[in-house]
């Protein structure tokens, strides 16, 4: 019996084991068929059986696990999950593809059973078809009558954002937790509209209704959330988050039930206050219809939804934009700037200020980008079969939108990873648009509070900017990291809050006690708190204010730009004080941001020390061997004449713009020392080349220049003419490298044909010297200060003396005279000719005075205390020699302010130069370009009085006024010239 037993139990053993084997065998391959991937479907990871892919992502990074996937299988991708397929867009173009171009196909919700079992598929975020369209038309059009998008529901923003400033204020810039705040804030708006009024933000039950969104929001993109969508009838009845989640479903619902329920009892359906009382009266108006959507338990659900899309998102990109300005103090400084530009302390922002306020909206666009706030949008689902790269995807499938994906493509964006306003911003600074920027997703399910959203994001942030600097605590360093759910939160943190008006008051008295300057110190205008005397000169005519300012605080006064305080000299005796007998203690420039950035330092004009000394003596060395200052030089100059007579003549009387001419001219004669040949003057990218010089002189004297110097920290990220200044050096450097290559292609160190040869044996000569300060990059700044010194200059005088001439015919005509006695008409006029031409030379000399090219030198910089006029100029200061006080000082000139050829010439007629005679400046830093400006000019301008009568057009008058930069150029004019 006991053997027959135990047969008959390893009989039963065996029996159990293969069934349960046989079981799972079935089901695996029942698994198999029924969810087997179609060929055409879109590709994706193998799936386990029953569970599918749910593993496959990190669902605490389920945003960056599909993107990585997409990495893997493409753009267009399947997922299962469980029993459901579903299919993952990646990347702007499959976006748009399937939601704008193909939307009608994917405008519904799939019926994901933890949705249907919170919501019932009601409401307008979750719901499909007839039920949804007529939801969303009627909440679209509800809330536009209430305000959204447009001016009117400004002042609620505002009132709100006021009660959340108070808040904040209330921390006296110690470290809090910014979540609740926002989040009241935030919802409060929403409340405003829905329920018709606001909630205090001590109110519990308010309180505890926000914490709940949150916590749906996280729940609902869970392991827990997938595995009941996968395995609902299992999940119901199981105990974990998901069934945490309905209850906090159902609390929401209590809390919007009691809002209803005391809306009803004084609803009037002639005065609707807000959301619910027009949903009440459009429930009694549907009522018997037999498509009517509209009840009461669809309210609630519309109501819960309209906090979601108005609230959560808003106050979690918040969240990330106190985080982001901390992390970025200087991009939250430049934000500052334009907004106290723009709105200042004394109003509240507005809607229409946003198009003045480029910067702060890229910032808040590059915020929202980067924040990614709803990382996977809301799932869609096909209504019928659509293809999409050359993959099929059947009717009823989930679609997920990756935009994550979008908003971090590659292809897209320039630096996609990194915080970058610079996304939103086009070179001249104005702010774009990108289309790949779709934080609210697209097509027919846009996020139902997109414009909600934008208008209390730019309202919020730019009240919190205005009145707040953000920084971490003490020690604290920013963290960049995220809780996952629908919406991408910041994980916890504390920030500090400091108010602008107290830390204004901290910086002014600082401001005060920290640039006090000293009782021996030169005199000057009352300086601003931060800004200085930015603003005590006329920026577009700075000489002449100059001058004026040394009428009242003497001819030895100060200013002081930003932080920096300056001396400014006026009239020769204080100038030959300083420059000649002071020569050593100024003979350095100063270290300017702007001018530091452009040249590194390195060149002839702004650099200093030993690397000055070698540059400088090697230029003039190198230019003297190349005939400057010689007549070896005389027969390049004459030939460019040529040339330029060639296109002057071919006008035939007609007026024409000289400026592109007479640059071409000018800048050739330093192509030939240079580049060892000269440009046609149809040549495209010489004539940029020049054109380039022009903008930059103008921008290094103008009013941003200032400011860069002032304040480059700052300025570095504002757009502006000082930007465009970095672009334009950049091109003269391009420009000027491509010649170097040209020339180290054929280089023959035995056959030195120009500049750049010559510099190019002098770096090979001095590699192995310890001070050697020659090296390519170097060269490229010499090239370019010796376009400065040795064209531009140039270019402007002559344009002065066309002026001067068609405006003095009388001195025109006794110039000509003189020419053609001495030199005639059928030779060439030389240098040699200069000692028979006194009145010529007189006239020249005029106008160099009268034009004042260089009206204000360039800057030096003290670099030991020195004694002037009574007063102490400490060592590093700013000195500003105003040549202009010189050229029209009344102490030493006759006729200061009128062009007077006199001044030049003695009672015989003979030609003397006055020693207030100094357009080139003095002293050391005397213009390395002297010598070659002073023989183009006279043999300029001789000839162009030789061969040539200039007038203005008929019935126009010379305009004398002038184009303030570094050198001083007469605005653009035409004139004619005439064979003479």
Known sequence: MDSISSVIGTYVNWDVQSFLLFTAIFI?????????????????????????????????????????????YGEVYSLRMGQEWLVVLNGFEALKEVLVNQGDSVADRPPLPLHMDMSKGLGVILSSGHLWKQQRRFALSTLRNFGIGKKSLEPVVLDELNYCLKELNGYKGKPFNPHLILSNAISNIICSLVFGHRFEYTDEKFRKLIMYFEEVLRCQVTIWAQFYNSFPRLMRRLPGPHQTFLLICNDIKVFIREELKKHKQNWDSSDQRDFIDCYLNEIQTNMGRADNTFDEENLIECVLDLFVAGSETTSTTLRWAFLYMATYPEIQAKVQAEIDRVIGQSRQPSMEDR???????????EIQRMSNIVP??????????????????????????????????????????????????????????????????AGKRLCLGENLAKMELFLSFT?????????????????????????????????????????????????????????????????????????????????????????????????????????????????KEALVNHGHSLVDRPVMPLTNELNYGLGIISSNGN?????????????????????????????????????????????????????????????????????????????KLISFFEKSLQIQMSLWAWFYNSFPLLMRYLPGPHITLRHIFNDIKDFIREELKQHKQNWDPSDQRDYIDCYLNEIQ?????????????????????????????????????????????????????????????????????????????????????MSNVVPLSLPHITNHDIQLEGYTIPKGITV?????????????????????????????????????????????????????????????????????????????????????????????????????
């Open 355 to 365: 198009v003045s306020m480029p910067f702060t909206d890229a910032v808040l666009h």
């Open 463 to 575: 009240s919190f900017m205005q009145h707040f600097t953000f920084s971490m605590p003490a020690g604290v360093k920013p963290v960049l990291d995220f809780v996952f759910g629908v919406t991408l939160a910041p994980c916890q943190y504390e920030i500090c809050a400091t108010s602008r008006l107290e830390k204004l008051f901290f910086i002014l008295t600082t401001d005060f006690i920290k640039n006090r300057q000293p009782a021996t110190f030169p005199p000057g205008p009352w300086a601003f708190p931060i800004v200085g005397n930015m603003f005590s000169v006329d920026h577009n005519r700075t000489h002449q204010s100059m001058m004026q300012l040394a009428g009242k605080y003497g001819d030895v006064y100060s200013l002081r730009m930003g932080k920096v305080p300056i001396v400014v000299l006026n009239g020769f005796k204080v100038f």
């Open 611 to 687: 690397l000055w000394k070698q540059q400088r003596r090697f230029a003039l060395s190198t230019l003297r061997n190349f005939g400057l200052g010689k007549r070896a030089l005389e027969p390049v100059i004459l030939e460019e004449f040529t040339y330029c007579s060639k296109d002057l003549h071919s006008y035939k009387g007609v007026p024409f713009n000289p400026r592109p001419i007479i640059n071409n001219a000018v800048s050739n004669i330093i192509c030939s020392l240079v580049f060892g040949h000269r440009f046609e003057y149809t040549d495209e990218n010489f004539r």
């Open 880 to 980: 500003i020699p105003n040549l202009t006080s010189v050229l029209y000082d009344k102490n030493e000139w006759e006729t200061p302010f009128t062009f007077n050829p006199r001044h030049f010439l003695n009672e015989e007629g003979k030609f003397v130069k006055p020693a207030a005679f100094i357009p080139f400046s003095a002293g050391k830093r005397l213009c390395p370009g002297e010598g070659l400006a002073r023989m183009e000019l006279f043999l300029f301008f001789t000839s162009f009085m030789q061969h040539f009568t200039f007038s203005m057009p008929a019935g126009v008058k010379p305009a004398m006024d002038s184009q303030f930069g570094i050198v001083l150029s007469p605005h653009q004019y035409e004139i004619c010239a005439t064979s003479s």
């Open 376 to 441: 996977l949008s809301v799932p869609h689902m096909t209504n019928k079969d659509i293809q999409l790269g050359g993959y099929t995807i059947p009717k009823g499938v989930t679609v997920i939108p990756n935009l994550t994906s979008v908003l971090f493509d590659q292809t897209k964006w320039k630096t996609p990873f990194t915080f970058n306003p610079g996304h939103f911003l086009n070179e001249e600074g104005k702010f774009v648009k990108q289309a790949a920027f779709i934080p609210f997703s």
């Open 765 to 849: 000569m001095s590699e192995a010297q310890t001070d050697n300060t020659f090296e390519e990059e170097n060269l490229v700044m010499c090239v370019l200060d010796l376009f400065v010194a040795g064209s531009e200059t140039t270019t402007s005088t002559l344009l002065w003396a066309f002026l001067y001439m068609a405006k003095c015919p009388e001195i025109q005509a006794k110039v000509q005279s003189e020419i053609h006695e001495v030199v005639g008409k059928s030779r060439e006029p030389s240098t040699a000719d200069r000692v028979n031409l006194p009145y010529t030379d007189a006239v020249l000399h005029e106008i160099m005075r």
């Open 28 to 72: 695996l391959t029942a698994d198999y068929i029924k969810n087997r991937r179609p060929a055409s479907f879109p590709p994706g990871p193998w799936a386990l059986p029953i569970i599918g892919n749910i593993f496959s992502v990190d669902h605490n990074r389920t945003h960056e696990s599909m993107t990585q996937l997409a990495g893997k």
